[in-house]
C-alpha cells in the first residue's frame, strides 16, 4: 500500500532535493509509516548495489557543458505525472545499462581531444595557483613530511621525490579538484618557474608522455602504475620532460 507521500516527497528527499522545511516533514512522515520508511530502504540498497559494481564513468567537462546547456533552455510545458515505483526501477536499469556501455567502451573516449581537453583544466588549475597567495598548503622540500600529509588527507598514494640536484627543487604540496575528485598537487621550481605536477588515480594502462600548450604553458600527461600524472608549467617543455623522466624513473 502506497501513500501520497511516497508518490510527491519521497524520491525528493532521497535524493536530497527538499528545502529543510520539507524534509523535516517528510522526516516526521516515516516515523509512522511502514510503506515510505521501506520504499527508502529499497532505493538506497539499489543505490548501494550500483556503487559497488564499481560501473561509474565520469562524463567529460564538454559533455556537462552539452547537457547543462540543453537543461537551461528547457521549461516544463504540463505538470508531470507522478511516477510511479516501477517508473524508478526501470529508469535504474536503464541507468545500470548505460554505465555497463560506458564502462566497456570507456577506454575508447580517452582520445587524444578528451586528453588535450583535461589539460587544459589542469593548466587553468595552474594558473588560479599562481594568483596572490602561497602555491601550496604544505611548504617543504622534506618528501617524508609532504607524503604524510597526503597520506593524511587522500585515499591514495602519492609518490614524492625531491629533485633538487637535477635543477627541480621541491617546495611543497596542495589539494586541488578536478571533474569532481580530489587530486594531490606537488609544487616544484626549476630556474625560478613554478611547476605543478598534478597526480590522481586511475584504471587506464599505462601510457607514454603527451604533450602540448595552453595559454602560454606547456604540459606534460603520462600514466603509469595506474597513478596519472600532468605537469604544468611555463618553463621549456624540455623541462618538463625531464621532470617526466625524472618522476617515471624512480616510480
Known amino acids: 500500500m502506497r501513500c501520497d507521500f511516497a508518490d510527491s516527497l519521497l524520491q525528493g528527499y532521497f535524493d536530497s532535493e527538499l528545502s529543510a522545511l520539507g524534509a523535516a516533514a517528510f522526516e516526521r512522515h516515516l516515523q509512522h509509516c511502514i510503506p515510505c520508511a521501506t520504499e527508502l530502504v529499497d532505493l538506497d540498497f539499489l543505490r548501494d548495489r550500483l556503487q559497488l559494481a564499481q560501473l561509474y564513468e565520469p562524463a567529460t567537462a564538454s559533455l556537462r557543458r552539452k547537457i547543462n546547456s540543453h537543461l537551461h533552455r528547457m521549461a516544463p510545458l504540463t ?37 588535450a581537453e583535461l589539460a587544459g583544466e589542469i593548466v587553468d588549475a595552474h594558473v588560479r595557483s599562481l594568483h596572490p597567495g602561497p602555491i601550496t598548503e604544505i611548504a617543504s622540500g622534506d618528501e617524508r613530511i609532504i607524503k604524510g600529509w597526503f597520506d593524511a588527507k587522500l585515499k591514495f598514494a602519492v609518490l614524492v621525490r625531491n629533485f633538487a640536484n637535477e635543477g627541480f627543487a621541491l617546495k611543497g604540496g596542495r589539494l586541488d579538484v578536478m571533474e569532481g575528485r580530489s587530486v594531490a598537487v606537488l609544487v616544484y621550481e626549476r630556474n625560478g618557474r613554478p611547476i605543478n605536477v598534478f597526480i590522481w588515480p586511475t584504471r587506464e594502462s599505462d601510457t607514454s608522455a603527451r604533450t602540448g600548450s595552453r595559454q602560454g604553458f606547456q604540459w606534460v600527461d603520462w600514466r603509469k602504475g595506474k597513478t596519472e600524472f600532468c605537469a604544468v608549467s611555463d618553463a621549456d617543455r624540455v623541462d618538463l620532460e625531464q621532470l617526466h623522466h625524472l618522476i617515471n624513473s624512480s616510480a
Open 79 to 115: 505538470a508531470a505525472p507522478r511516477p510511479l515505483l516501477w517508473h524508478w526501477l526501470a529508469a535504474a536499469a536503464a541507468l545500470l545499462f548505460v554505465a555497463i556501455v560506458l564502462a566497456r567502451v570507456g577506454p575508447m573516449l580517452q582520445s587524444d581531444d578528451y586528453q
